[in-house]
């Protein structure tokens, strides 16, 4: 169960971009969460997750010796799920969801776009977390972080948009 859970239903099984493979898998259970429920309950259910992984994380390189493996994804759902709880933010029915004017997609897209390449890039605060923290909090602390910035992000630039249009 814990590797299941850990490889988010083995998707960090992938040969080919683990991570990314992660994060697409999180990105439509995080807009579902969004579009039955709402933005407050993906922000909590992306903490409580955070809390269990970084426990579940610790055993595992406990038993292994194997720090941040890329098979464990759990991280970029965390991460994904923190940034579509902050970008979007907004509680949609299902028949609105292609409507581009409302901004849903779009920036649950982008959210995807920017989360992908503060997690890949690893800039400022995010690389220090990387490489500094051990353990569970190492391996889910970058992608949080990374999380939140695309989150921002995207927030940041939709509303540039609309401003702008």
């Known amino acids: 169960m814990n590797w299941f859970f850990l490889t988010l239903g083995y998707s960090g099984l ?3 971009a683990p991570g990314t493979m992660g994060t697409l898998v ?5 807009m579902a969460i969004l579009i039955y429920f709402d ?5 909590l259910a992306a903490l409580l997750i ?9 055993t595992y390189e406990e038993q292994t010796g194997n720090h941040d493996d890329q098979r464990i994804v759990i991280d970029e759902l965390a991460g994904m799920w923190f940034a579509l709880s902050i970008a979007p933010a907004t509680s949609i029915v299902t028949g609105a969801i292609i409507n581009l ?14 989360f992908r390449y503060f997690d890949i890039t690893k ?10 923290a051990k353990g569970g909090v190492g391996v889910m602390g970058d992608d949080i972080v990374a999380g939140f910035a695309a989150g921002i992000s995207s927030a ?3 509303q540039g948009w609309l401003y702008i249009s």
């Open 101 to 114: 004017q409302n901004g849903f997609l779009i920036q649950s897209l982008l959210s995807f776009a920017l």
């Open 123 to 132: 800039p400022s605060i995010i690389g220090r977390i990387d490489r500094e």
């Open 156 to 158: 940041v630039l939709w």
């Open 39 to 43: 933005a407050k309950t993906l922000f």
């Open 26 to 30: 999180s990105l439509p259970l995080g």
């Open 50 to 58: 955070s809390i269990i992984a970084i426990k579940i994380i610790n």
């Open 14 to 16: 992938s040969p080919k």
